[in-house]
């Protein structure tokens, strides 16, 4: 395991990715207090769902759309709609939304 500063982020990138690529982990910190970890992901990890935490998070801040979200989390669109809804995540804004959505999930 490395540590990297926040500070230093930007000279030290390719470190980050060369340490994720060869399965090590890195952490980062921030005026000496651990900030977040930088976790390559393997198959062991992506089976325990991390894919699927790491879509439904990326959905409900609005940076990933329900359609990428369903690709990252390997599940099938209609199936990650319905893994949404059990989760209580309201998608739709607008009647107008309701609508792309049926016509998505009827193709």
Do not use: I, W
């Amino acid at each position: 395991m490395e540590a990297f500063a926040v500070r230093d982020l930007r000279e030290h990138t390719g470190e980050l990715v060369c340490n994720a690529e060869g399965g090590r982990l890195s952490v980062v910190s921030k005026h000496g207090k651990p900030l977040f970890v930088a976790l390559p992901f393997d198959e062991a990890m992506l089976a325990a769902g991390v894919s699927v935490a790491l879509a439904d998070r990326l959905v409900q801040s609005g940076e990933l759309s329900v359609a990428a979200a369903a690709k990252l989390s390997g599940m099938p669109y209609a199936r990650y709609l319905q893994h949404l809804g059990a989760m209580g995540y309201s998608l739709l804004d607008e009647a107008s939304d309701l609508d792309q959505e049926l016509s998505t999930l009827t193709r």
